[in-house]
Structure formats: C-alpha cells, structure tokens
C-alpha cells in the first residue's frame, strides 16, 4: 500500500485538523482524538487535501463518470479534487447541489455538470449518513446512479448497533465507501511515534470499546 495514507495522517496533524485529547462526539461518547476537515481552510492546505484525494480515487481503482459534492462541505472537495484529478491526467466532470431549489435563470438544484451515468460522491466524513443518503436519493431521481462514495477519515466506530456508519451506507446503497485514511492508519501513525505513546494508548482503548 502507497504511504500516502500515512502522509495524510501527519498533513492533518501538522495542520490540528486532527487532534488528541478529550471531545464529546454526538452520539455522547468522549473521544480522544477529534478530526475536523473544516480547518483546511486556505488554499494551500485545500490543494494539498484534494491531492489526497486524488490519489485514493486512483489507488482505490474507482470507475465513474461525474463527481459530486453534496452541500454545503462537499462542495469545495468535489471542485477541487476534479482539479487535482485533471492535474494527474483524469479530466472529469463536477457538479453540486443547492441545499434551495433556485426558481429564476438556470433554475434547479444542480450546479455544474449534469448528473449522468455513474456518479462518485466526495464528502469529508461519513457520521450519521445523512448526507450520503440525500446525496443518493438525488442522485437517482435524476436517473443517474451513485456508484460510490470518498471520505478523508473512516472513524470505524459503531453507531447505533454493530455497523460503523460506513459499514451501513455501504449495505444499504450496495457502493463502495474509499477513504484516504481509517482509524488502522491512525493507530500505525501513532506506533511510529513514541512521544505520541499516552495517545496510543488512549486511542486503542477507544478502539476497543466503540470499534468495529
């Protein structure tokens, strides 16, 4: 496997988009580590991102036609992954929804390329599923079909049963979900690194009792 995962792993810590301590995620659980893809918010860190993306697109060896980013932090991610994409030879098709149906000029919740063919939805993670399953239900009802879905981190926690969040969209929706990075990569970022010992621990305890 390509160590662009790891990579990734310590782009987001150098950038605190994933950090280590104690934070309450919503199902009410304390965490110790939090990851928070908002924060790549300059166009350099975005750049860098969507080039992860990119690669794990191509390493995952993901066959579509458009990419699309659901609103409102899809957005970014789809336009440019398609740009880091284009730089590495695979010109593809973008588009994006409206979270408002406009009524005046091009009308319409869709803004970019028409919905066609196998759609690919890039987002920044998987929680509740929500998003992926309005994406799909967009995605189908203009005749096109969800062929799967990139994530930048797979938490591989269970939700409200014994699935993780990415183990229920994938069962349900029958596509794939591709992640730059999962919790595995996480946990081998953190052996690599013996100052970071307490969060090991911390985080394979976590692991151990919400992990899948």
Same mark, same amino acid.
């Given at each position: ?8 792993i310590q782009f987001a810590v150098n ?109 920044? %993670? &998987? ?5 992926? +399953?309005?994406?799909? $239900? #967009? ?5 096109? @079909?969800?062929?799967?879905? %990139? &994530? ?5 926690? +269970?939700?409200?049963? $014994? #699935? ?5 969209? @994938? ?42």
């Amino acid at each position: 496997m390509s160590d662009f995962r790891q990579d990734f792993i310590q782009f987001a810590v150098n950038r605190n988009v994933l950090c280590f301590g104690e934070f309450k995620t919503k199902a009410g659980r304390m965490s110790p580590y939090f990851f928070n893809a908002g924060l790549f918010s300059d166009g350099e860190s975005l750049r860098q991102l969507a080039q992860f993306y990119a690669k794990a697109i191509l390493s995952a060896k993901l066959e579509f036609d458009v990419l699309f980013g659901p609103a409102y932090k899809g957005i970014p991610l789809a336009a440019a992954t398609a740009m880091a994409l284009a730089e590495n030879g695979h010109n593809v098709p973008f588009s994006y929804n409206r979270k408002e149906t406009k009524d005046h000029g091009e009308g319409g919740n869709i803004v970019g390329a028409t919905l066609k063919g196998r759609i690919l939805i890039i987002d920044d %993670v &998987i929680s509740a599923g929500t998003s992926v +399953r309005e994406s799909v $239900e #967009l995605i189908r009802a203009n005749q096109a @079909t969800p062929c799967g879905v %990139v &994530i930048a981190l797979d938490r591989m926690e +269970r939700g409200g049963g $014994e #699935l993780s969040a990415v183990q229920e969209v @994938t069962q349900s929706y029958d596509i794939p979900v591709v992640s730059i990075a999962s919790l595995d990569n996480l946990l081998a970022y953190l052996q690599d690194h013996p100052e970071m010992a307490q969060n090991l621990q911390a985080v394979s305890a976590y692991r151990a009792s919400y992990g899948i």
